[in-house]
C-alpha cells in the first residue's frame, strides 16, 4: 500500500525505540528473551517479504533471510544459556552461529545494492580497497593484539578476531553504498542502516567488554536496531526491482576522497608504529597491506583509464556524424577536404533541398526527418564508397569525390538530382523535393584552400536556387562578379529605404463601361540620386534574395493604407473603394504576417475589406506558411487577388485551395484578345472560370480602345492598363479616364 512505502521511516525509528528498551532492562535473562523475540519476528517478516518478491529477485533475499536466521539461532542459543545454564561460555555455539551469519550477509548485500554491469567490477575493487585499509587498522590495534597474546586461549583469540573482520566485511560493502552518486531508495537505505548498525556493534563487542553494564547492553541493542531496518527493507516494495541505473559511471568527489583515505591509512600506520614504543611492530602486516593496496589501486585505474579512453573515441565520433543520418557532419567534411586538396584533384558539390521548409510546415518535423533520412540515403548510393557525403546542417549536404574531371562530377550532380526528384514515403505522404546543386573543383591547378571550394560550390548552388532550383550549376568567376554587384545592389537598397528614395504610385483599377475608377493598384519604385529610376524588375528580386523585401513590403502597406485613408477623407464617395498593394513570398513565409496587417488596418483606421493583398500563384503553390497567413488574412476580411493568374503552375487547382477572390488575368492573354480565331479563348475561358466560381476578374495590361471593347463583350467589368491611366502619385478620381464604346 501507498501509505506503507511511504511509511519505511517508522521501521528505523522502531529499531531505536527497541534498542533503548534493551539497554534499560536490568534483568540479563528479560533483554535475552527480547532478543531472541525480535530476531525471530524479523526472520518471519523477511520471509513473508521475499516470498511476495519476483521471482528473479528472490535469490539474494534467500540468501539473506538464511543469515538472519543463523544470528537468530544464535541468539536462542545465548537466551537457553541464559535460563537453563546461568552462565555465558566464551566461546559458544552462539558465537558459532552469529560469525556464520556474515559470509552470507556480505553476499547477498553485495548483489542487492549492485547492478550486473560493467561497474560492478569497480564497485569489487572500492569495496576491497576499503575492506584492506580498515583491515589493516583492525590488524595493528586490535586482532594484532589477540592474536600476539599467547595467554588467551586459541579459540578465543580466533573467536575475537573473527568479530571485527565481520565488521570490516559489512564497512567494506556498505560504505561504497553511502558514496556513489544518485538516488537511493528507502530498502536500500535500510540495508545500509541495518548493516552499519550491526558492524558497529561487531566493533564495540571486540572493544569495549566489561567497561559499563549500560555499554555492554548497547552493543547488543544495535543489533535489535539491525533486526527492524532489515525487516523493513526486505518488505518494502522498493526491494522487489534492482536499483535504477545510474546516469553515467563517474568518480565523484566522496568516491575519490575515501579511496585516497584507504591507500593513505598504510603510511599513517607506519608512521604510528615507528613512533609507538611498542617492540612488537608489526612491518610486515604494513607492508603486506601496502602492497595489495598498491596493486588494488593499479587495477582501480587502469579500468578508469581504459573507460576514459572509451568513451573519448566515443565522443570523438559523435562530435564528427551527424545524429540523425549518420552522415558525416560539416566538421568532419572540412577535415576530409582539407585533407583530399593536398593529395590531387578535388571535386565537391553543394546541394540544398528545395520546398523542405514547406515539408515541416505541412507535416510535421517527423515527415521532415524521415525526409533528410531518405535523402542521405539516395546520396550515399549515387556516389563511390570512398567518397564522403555530408549533412552541413538543416537540409543542406555536401559530397566529396575525389580523382574525377569536372564532366564526370556533372554527371554526379545530375545523377544526384535525378534520384532525389523521386518521391520520398513519409507517415503516410509522397512527399515531392528536388535540389539545386552547385559544384566547383580545383582542376585549374590553383591552390585553393578547402574554405574557398566550399564557398564556390555554395555560391554555384545559390545561383541554381535563383534560376528557378531544381537545377545544377557549375562554379565561374562570373558568380563572383554577379555576387558582388548583388552585395553592392543590396548595400544600396538598405541605404535608399532609410534615406526615403523610395515612393509609391498607383494604377487605376477601373469599372467598363464607364471607365470610373473604383480601385488602385500600389506600386514602388526607386529614384536613385545618381542613377535616376530604377527598375522593379532590377531590384526588387535582389530585395527578395536579401530579405529587405520583408522591410520593404512593411513601409509600402503602411504608406499606401494611409494613403487610401486619407482620399477617403478627402474625396468621399469618388475615391477608390478599394488599395490593392503586392505582396511577396518571403512575406507571407513570415509567420507574423497576418498579424502585421492586422496592425496596419488598426493604426491607419482602414477597414479589412478595403484592403487588397496581391500574390502570384508561385507564392502559394506548396502550401505551408504561405497558404496559412493567407487563410488567417482572408479570416479577418481581407480581399485576396491572384495575380498574373494562368502563367503558374497549376491555377485551377489553387482555386480549390486557396481563398481567393479576384483573379487578374495576365497580359499576355490581353494582348491579342482582339484577333481572330484562338487567341480569345482563354481570355473568354477566365472570365467564364470567374463567374463561374463568383469572382471578379480584372483583365491587366489593357493598352488600347480596341482591347477593352472586347473585354467588354467578352463579360470583363474591371481592367488596368496605360490605355486606362499610367501609375501616377495622385490619380485624378473626379473624372472616368475613358469610356468604352458600348456597341
Not at 122 to 144: E, Q, R, S
Not at 192 to 197: D, I, L, M, Q
Not at 337 to 353: I, M, P, T, Y
Not at 639 to 648: E, Q, S, V, Y
Amino acid at each position: 500500500m501507498r501509505w506503507a512505502a511511504r511509511a519505511w521511516p517508522w521501521w528505523p525509528a522502531g529499531g531505536m525505540i527497541a534498542c533503548l528498551l534493551y539497554v534499560a532492562m536490568p534483568d540479563g535473562r528479560a533483554s535475552a528473551v527480547m532478543s531472541a523475540v525480535v530476531g525471530s519476528g524479523a526472520v518471519a517478516l523477511v520471509l513473508a517479504g521475499v516470498r511476495r518478491k519476483p521471482a528473479g529477485r528472490r535469490g539474494p533475499w534467500w540468501i539473506f533471510g538464511a543469515g538472519l536466521v543463523a544470528w537468530v539461532a544464535g541468539d536462542e542459543i545465548y537466551a537457553y544459556d541464559a535460563f537453563v545454564t546461568g552462565t555465558h561460555p566464551y566461546p559458544s555455539w552462539a558465537d558459532a552461529c552469529y560469525l556464520a551469519a556474515y559470509p552470507l550477509f556480505v553476499i547477498s548485500l553485495f548483489r542487492l545494492t549492485r547492478d550486473r554491469r560493467p561497474r560492478d567490477f569497480a564497485a569489487l575493487l572500492d569495496a576491497a580497497m576499503i575492506a584492506t585499509g580498515l583491515g589493516l587498522v583492525y590488524w595493528l590495534f586490535v586482532i594484532g593484539p589477540i592474536v600476539r597474546d599467547d595467554a588467551t586461549p586459541i579459540a578465543v583469540r580466533m573467536v575475537t578476531a573473527a568479530y571485527p573482520t565481520a565488521g570490516v566485511l559489512l564497512v567494506a560493502v556498505v560504505g561504497p553504498l553511502l558514496i556513489r552518486p544518485g538516488r537511493r531508495s528507502p530498502s536500500l537505505w535500510m540495508l545500509t542502516f541495518g548493516s552499519a548498525a550491526a558492524a558497529a556493534g561487531n566493533v564495540g563487542y571486540t572493544l569495549l567488554p566489561g567497561l559499563h553494564p549500560a555499554l555492554d547492553r548497547l552493543v547488543f541493542g544495535v543489533f535489535l536496531f539491525s533486526y527492524f531496518c532489515f525487516a523493513g527493507a526486505a518488505l518494502h516494495p522498493s526491494g522487489d526491482a534492482p536499483e535504477p541505473p545510474r546516469a553515467a559511471p563517474h568518480d565523484g568527489w566522496q568516491r575519490i576522497a575515501v579511496l585516497s583515505a584507504s591507500t593513505l591509512l598504510v603510511p599513517l600506520m607506519l608512521f604510528i608504529e615507528a613512533h609507538r614504543a611498542n617492540e612488537h611492530a608489526d612491518v610486515e602486516a604494513i607492508g603486506v597491506g601496502a602492497v595489495v593496496l598498491f596493486l588494488l589501486m593499479l587495477i582501480r585505474l587502469s579500468g578508469f583509464f581504459a573507460t576514459v579512453q572509451r568513451q573519448a573515441h566515443q565522443l570523438e565520433r559523435l562530435a564528427m556524424a551527424d545524429e540523425l543520418t549518420g552522415l558525416a557532419n560539416r566538421r568532419l567534411f572540412e577535415q576530409n577536404l582539407a585533407v583530399a586538396l593536398r593529395g590531387g584533384l578535388v571535386q565537391v558539390a553543394v546541394l540544398d533541398l528545395n520546398g523542405f521548409k514547406e515539408v515541416n510546415d505541412t507535416f510535421g518535423h517527423a515527415a521532415g526527418d524521415r525526409l533528410l533520412t531518405v535523402v542521405a540515403q539516395r546520396l550515399r548510393e549515387a556516389v563511390r564508397d570512398d567518397d564522403v557525403v555530408a549533412r552541413m546542417g538543416g537540409d543542406e549536404f555536401a559530397v566529396l569525390v575525389r580523382e574525377v574531371s569536372p564532366a564526370a562530377m556533372s554527371a554526379i550532380a545530375e545523377r544526384i538530382g535525378a534520384s532525389l526528384r523521386r518521391p520520398v514515403e513519409a507517415n503516410g505522404q509522397q512527399l515531392l523535393v528536388s535540389a539545386s546543386v552547385g559544384t566547383a573543383g580545383n582542376e585549374d591547378g590553383a591552390d585553393v584552400t578547402w574554405d574557398e571550394m566550399l564557398r564556390r560550390a555554395d555560391a554555384a548552388m545559390y545561383a541554381a536556387k535563383r534560376a528557378g532550383g531544381g537545377r545544377h550549376l557549375r562554379y565561374t568567376a562570373e558568380l563572383d562578379a554577379q555576387a558582388t554587384v548583388r552585395a553592392r545592389a543590396g548595400a544600396e537598397l538598405r541605404e535608399a529605404l532609410e534615406a526615403g528614395q523610395f515612393h509609391l504610385v498607383y494604377q487605376p483599377i477601373v469599372q467598363l463601361p464607364e471607365g470610373r475608377i473604383v480601385s488602385v493598384e500600389a506600386l514602388v519604385r526607386w529614384s536613385h540620386p545618381e542613377r535616376g529610376f530604377v527598375s522593379p524588375a532590377e531590384f526588387v528580386p535582389i530585395a527578395e534574395e536579401t530579405g529587405l523585401i520583408v522591410e520593404l513590403g512593411e513601409w509600402i502597406l503602411r504608406q499606401a493604407c494611409a494613403r487610401a485613408v486619407a482620399w477617403h477623407r478627402e474625396y468621399g464617395a469618388a475615391a477608390p473603394q478599394r488599395i490593392s498593394v503586392n505582396v511577396s513570398a518571403r512575406q507571407l513565409a513570415e509567420p507574423g504576417f497576418a498579424g502585421l496587417v492586422a496592425a496596419v488596418l488598426t493604426e491607419t483606421g482602414l477597414r479589412p475589406e478595403q484592403l487588397v493583398v496581391e500574390l502570384t500563384e508561385t507564392a502559394v503553390f506548396d502550401g505551408g506558411q504561405a497558404l496559412r497567413t493567407v487563410e488567417a488574412l482572408h479570416r479577418r476580411g481581407v480581399r485576396i487577388a491572384l495575380d498574373d493568374f494562368g502563367t503558374g503552375h497549376s491555377s485551377l487547382t489553387l482555386l480549390r485551395t486557396v481563398p481567393v477572390d479576384v483573379l487578374k488575368v495576365d497580359k499576355s492573354f490581353v494582348d491579342k484578345v482582339t484577333m481572330a480565331g484562338r487567341h480569345a479563348v482563354i481570355a473568354t475561358a477566365l472570365i467564364q472560370v470567374s463567374d463561374g466560381l463568383g469572382l471578379q476578374a480584372v483583365a491587366e495590361g489593357v493598352e488600347t480602345a480596341e482591347q477593352a471593347e472586347e473585354l467588354f463583350r467578352l463579360g470583363y467589368r474591371l481592367a488596368q492598363g496605360y490605355h486606362f491611366g499610367k501609375p501616377v502619385a495622385q490619380p485624378d478620381f473626379t473624372r472616368a479616364t475613358r469610356a468604352v464604346r458600348v456597341r
